[in-house]
């Protein structure tokens, strides 16, 4: 029978038996997906495990905390956090093409992370051969089913390690739905925050930014993004929402009237949405009541911004996102 009991124990020892005494590197994104994968590992091979976030300043408030300090008290894992906020910022200024943005924040994910590696790869230690990912069995039947490898290139590298270095992939999660490794997450302690984290995209706010990505305009969505996220939470709406992109509309102002003079801030946009796969998504008729509650408080607490609008676009034909 089916529990989360057997199929941790399941895992480990399979974990313990690909990997033996070599050692393993996972990347953690924030996400439920390679969080539970990690404390799965964690718990199967202990310090043979290294997880690397790479930081890229464009998270929601919180959530690197999360992955720092509640990631790491929960499981126990060591952790290398690579501050690379400033790295990311430079290498978007100026751009506003969403398609831009995503390859940018792709490439220098890459980079940054493969660094990491490298680093990690140099300390004393048994080989580091294996490479952990949180794949889930619905993204095995979308890619034809395959385990695979993955190849590091050390060209930028001096400290004499091969040109190109191989990695077998552990994925302990391939058997799993998204239901059930939120089981497995919660049945291994993970905090309630990273198992039931709504979809995020993996270019974090870089995306929600319609126009140049600031750390200005990145602090200012983060506050707004953490009120929605706290009333809709106060009110009992996360069940029901698949997921609610806040969204700053940079390049637009428009004029308002607050306190005593008038204002020309830029307008916030709330996309709740639900959905059962992201395929296709319909815009949440949400209580009018949380909506002025996050409206007002919004706009009285986020310096420049001066309007709270709300998406009622399904998809097709807006997407979820909006760039
Ligand atoms: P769209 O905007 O295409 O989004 O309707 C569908 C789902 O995918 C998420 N999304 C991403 N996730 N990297 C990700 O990991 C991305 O680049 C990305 N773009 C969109 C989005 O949040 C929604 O859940």
């Known amino acids: 029978t089916w529990t989360t009991g057997n199929v941790i124990e399941e895992q480990i020892a399979a974990i313990r038996a690909q990997v033996g005494d070599k050692r393993a590197i996972c990347g953690l994104s924030g996400g439920v997906d390679s969080a539970v994968a990690a404390a799965l590992v964690q718990k199967a091979i202990g310090d043979q495990l290294t997880c690397v976030y790479v930081d890229h300043g464009l998270m929601r408030k919180g959530e690197t905390e999360q992955v720092e300090k509640d990631f790491v008290a929960a499981t126990g894992a060591n952790l290398k956090v690579v501050d ?31 660094q990491a590696q490298l680093e990690i790869l140099q300390e004393d230690g048994p080989e580091v051969a294996f490479l952990v990912q949180g794949t889930l069995y619905p993204d095995v039947v979308e ?9 590091i290139k050390s060209h930028h590298n001096v400290g004499g390690l091969p040109d190109d270095i191989e990695f077998e992939l552990v994925e302990p999660l391939r058997q799993l739905f998204k239901d059930e490794v939120r089981m ?119 310096a420049d911004v001066n309007r709270v609008v709300l998406d009622v676009t399904s998809k097709p034909p807006g997407t979820i996102e909006w760039e």
Not at 90 to 96: Q, R, T
Not at 143 to 151: E, H, K, L, Q, V
């Open 84 to 114: 690379a906020e400033e790295r990311f910022l430079n290498a978007l200024a100026g751009v506003s093409d969403p398609e831009e943005k995503r390859k940018i924040i792709g490439r220098e994910f890459i980079r940054v992370f493969e």
């Open 184 to 302: 497995v997450g919660q049945e291994l302690g993970l905090p309630a925050e990273i198992v039931q984290r709504q979809p995020f995209p993996g270019p974090g706010l870089g995306i929600r930014i319609v126009g140049e990505v600031t750390k200005d305009r990145l602090d200012l969505l983060r506050e707004a993004d953490a009120i929605a996220r706290e009333e809709l939470t106060a009110a009992g709406l996360d069940s029901e929402i698949w997921q609610c992109p806040v969204v700053l509309l940079a390049d637009v102002r428009s004029v308002g009237v607050q306190g005593d003079g008038r204002t020309y801030g830029h307008p916030i946009v709330l996309r709740p949405v639900s959905s059962e796969d992201a395929m296709t998504a319909d815009w949440t008729r949400m209580p009018y009541e949380v909506l002025a509650k996050i409206s007002t408080r919004i706009t009285n607490e986020v």
């Open 143 to 151: 890619s034809g089913g395959g385990t695979g490898t993955a190849n």
